[in-house]
């Protein structure tokens, strides 16, 4: 049944709260566990494939195979094993130019470190791409998600919140779908980054909810 009102807000800062607690427990999660992350989450798209296909083509009203399999199956598959193979590199300490003139024997290092809890915002259109890609690298970053979907991506929504309990636990990532209401409460969440995709208009709405 969809909550409403007051039951969504609390659902939506209870999840938000359990996240940052575990961030605040394990802020800088090891290259490994990055990894791991990583492979769970394409162990998640590889193992339910066809559920995930044919849960897109219901929200469609009818969706090509072919088109969901590159779209939303290969193409994340390739941004998640990218992810896999660099998340080393990119974790790394970077150096930066130091000013000799003005800091005489110094160094400079840009330190790569966690944000913490990301939201993302995902349209109807390619949803597992615009949810897998962005959550494959909050996680190679180190950091947990919370993920909302479109109101158009019903079937697809509910599948994504039943598989996450085989793989992840909620502190690392949860998923909500849009029954109405979700989307404003979800903008006004302090995350430490929110990422959206979509349209300008609903751009602008979310940016004023999440000025609140």
Not at 3 to 24: K, M, V
Not at 35 to 41: E, T, Y
Not at 51 to 78: L, P
Request: aromatic letters at 10%.
């Amino acid at each position: 049944m969809p909550l409403a009102g007051n039951a969504i807000t609390a659902s939506l800062r209870a999840c938000f709260d359990a996240q940052r607690r575990a961030y605040f427990a394990q802020p800088v999660p090891t290259i490994d566990q990055r990894r791991h992350d990583l492979r769970q989450l394409k162990a998640m798209l590889s193992d339910n494939r066809e559920e995930i296909m044919a849960a897109i083509s219901q929200d469609y009203g009818n969706r090509s195979r072919q088109e969901s399999q590159f779209a939303e199956i290969i193409s994340v598959t390739d941004a998640i094993n990218d992810a896999l193979r660099n998340v080393g590199k990119w974790s790394r300490a970077q150096r930066r130019h130091v000013d000799m003139s003005m800091f005489a024997g110094g160094r400079n290092r840009l330190m790569p470190q966690p944000l913490g809890v990301v939201g993302i915002i995902v349209p109807w259109n390619f949803p597992g791409n615009l949810s897998f890609v962005p959550i494959a690298t909050a996680f190679a970053a180190g950091n947990r998600a919370m993920v909302k979907f479109s109101e158009n991506s019903r079937a697809f929504s509910q599948l994504m919140i039943r598989l996450r309990e085989k793989y992840f636990p909620q502190e690392k990532l949860a998923f909500f779908e849009e029954t109405g209401g979700v989307g404003v409460e979800f903008s006004q969440i302090p995350f430490d980054l929110l990422f959206f995709t979509g349209s300008g208009a609903t751009g602008r709405a979310v940016m004023a909810a999440a000025a609140k």
